[in-house]
């Protein structure tokens, strides 16, 4: 049975960091990729980053945010540095089946996390 357990979160003030991570069990770690979405209230769920042959970000977040992977933990890590408010969300890990190419697209990914809530304030 495949399981992503997310971890970290929580409230920020505008300026601070955060980390979030999510462990991986159930399927071959180092041969999957593992991408991060978020979504905000009212908003549709967007593509943060990934990484698995290689690493992925979104503009917004570029400079900011950065993975980095635990292969003895099956864990990945994303380190939000600079958090602006509108970085508050709901954000979710995802990995996929098979393939180690990570994309932007929700649909390329088959496993997904519960989510975790980050909020920054102003």
């Known amino acids: 049975q495949v399981q992503l357990v997310q971890s970290g979160g929580g409230l920020v003030q505008a300026g601070g960091s955060l980390r979030l991570s999510c462990a991986a069990s159930?399927?071959?770690?180092?041969?999957?990729?593992m991408g991060w979405f978020r979504q905000a209230p009212g908003k549709a769920r967007e593509f943060v980053a990934a990484?698995?042959?290689?690493?992925l970000y979104a503009d917004s977040v570029k400079g900011r945010f950065t993975i980095s992977s635990d292969n003895a933990k099956n864990t990945k890590h994303l380190q939000m540095n600079s958090l602006r408010p509108e970085d508050t969300a709901v954000y979710y890990c995802a990995q996929t089946w098979n393939t180690d190419v990570p994309t932007t697209r929700e649909y390329d990914y088959t496993y997904w996390g519960r989510g975790t809530q980050v909020t920054v304030s102003s």
């Open positions: 159930g399927l071959p770690f180092s041969s999957s990729a």
């Open positions: 990484s698995g042959d290689i690493t």
